[in-house]
């Protein structure tokens, strides 16, 4: 089974979450600073990629709750894009609707500060995204 890592793709953050290597479970990893270029992020997940091996990549793709694909998600395209031809190996999107609204969910009982609890938060909708992904291979 290959192993995944996703991608909360944002505009001040990006998350970060690995999977286990059967592809079965999703844990969260970081998040880092989306500032610079597209080419300095890009170069900041690759880093993780090489980091732990990874053989395919998810990124969360925002989509409206209508189904319909807003400026957002054409900004993560072109990011995922960029990441796919720098890396070299498949690129998914996955739909990442309410992924924060879920990390916030599970971060609550932690009582992390504001603070500690936004630094967490990305890092966490990737380990969500992730799941989704990995469940909806396997089932």
């Known amino acids: 089974m290959p ?3 996703a991608v909360d793709y944002g505009t001040k953050r990006i ?3 690995i999977s286990d290597g059967r592809g079965v479970i999703a844990s969260p990893l970081t998040t880092v600073s989306a500032r610079g270029s597209l080419v300095e992020q890009v170069e900041t997940v ?6 732990f091996d990874v053989d395919a990549l998810v990124v969360g793709l925002p989509v409206n709750m209508d189904d319909t694909e807003g400026g957002q998600a054409a900004i993560t395209r072109r990011f995922g894009g960029a990441l796919g031809t720098r890396f070299g190996k498949p690129v998914h999107y ?3 609707r309410l992924s924060t609204v879920a990390a916030d969910e599970m ?4 009582e992390l500060t504001r603070k500690k609890r936004k630094a967490r938060t990305d ?3 990737a380990q969500v995204i992730l799941q989704s992904f990995l469940d909806g291979q396997r089932g």
């Not at 690759?46 to 980091?51: I, K, N, S, T, Y």
């Not at 971060?107 to 932690?110: N, S, T």
């Open 3 to 5: 192993r995944y890592l």
């Open 15 to 17: 998350g970060l979450a």
């Open 46 to 51: 690759v880093d993780a990629v090489h980091e």
């Open 94 to 96: 996955f739909d990442e």
């Open 107 to 110: 971060l609550r009982p932690a």
């Open 123 to 125: 890092a966490v909708a």
